[in-house]
């Protein structure tokens, strides 16, 4: 929304599978949450699954031909994944644990854009009318699908919630004004700090003969996510 505009139009068909593909991950990511913390360790849950795909993103982007991160962009790298990963992540596991339903959890994130373009504006740069209208229409239309889904709330598990996005949104737009390296391998080096910061409270918190009670179903949604 306020990133440069690509020089060559997407092909359709490309665009509405993006769209899908949003649509069906969006509505089904804090479901399979909910379904793995039944029985699975929320840090746990969290770490195993960035350090495994920031290693395999690692992995993708070294075969394409990107270069390893430097010193400084590791560093960056490392304050972006410990908000966007390791905090925003791990805030939303964490109010679901604590009794936010789903529904509700989803619309919250919504929220993100908003904070990304009040972040935006206070820092100098133009938010164009369309932005802030794609903002409101997005946060609408979340709330409108999820009317259906289960919107329980605790109070503790409600200001976990919305510290989610802010976490979220201060990454996003952190990452625009830092040195990192190519998109691919920038994502997978911040999911895997991500990952190992919250393997380590993991192994502070958690016990690691819990993962020996997770439920098969659980795994099979861990896996999804």
Not at 96 to 122: E, F
Not at 171 to 192: F, I, K, N, V
Request: proline share 5%; aromatic share 12%.
């Amino acid at each position: 929304m306020f990133v440069q505009k690509p020089t060559h139009a997407a092909p359709r068909w490309k665009l509405a599978a993006a769209l899908l593909l949003v649509y069906v991950v969006w509505g089904t990511t804090y479901f399979a949450t909910s379904v793995v913390l039944h029985s699975m360790p929320p840090w746990w849950m969290n770490g195993l699954r960035f350090v495994l795909a920031g290693l395999v993103m690692v992995g993708l982007a070294l075969a394409q031909g990107q270069a390893l991160p430097t010193l400084r962009q590791w560093r960056n790298a490392a304050v972006v994944g410990g908000l966007m990963v390791f905090l925003a992540m791990n805030l939303i596991s964490m109010a679901q644990k604590m009794g936010i339903g789903s529904g509700l959890m989803a619309t919250v994130v919504t929220t993100m854009p908003m904070w990304l373009a009040l972040w935006t504006r206070w820092g100098g740069e133009r938010v164009p009318r369309t932005g802030w209208v794609g903002v409101v229409l997005g946060v609408m239309g979340a709330l409108l699908l999820s009317l259906e889904g289960d919107f329980s709330a605790t109070w503790m598990g409600a200001l976990l919630a919305f510290a989610a996005p802010l976490c979220w949104s201060v990454g996003s737009y952190a990452s625009r004004r830092m040195d990192l390296p190519a998109p691919a391998m920038a994502a997978g080096a911040q999911w895997l700090v991500g990952g190992v910061l919250a393997v380590l409270v993991a192994l502070w918190r958690e016990p690691v003969a819990l993962l020996g009670q997770v439920e098969p179903q659980a795994w099979l949604a861990w896996g999804y996510l």
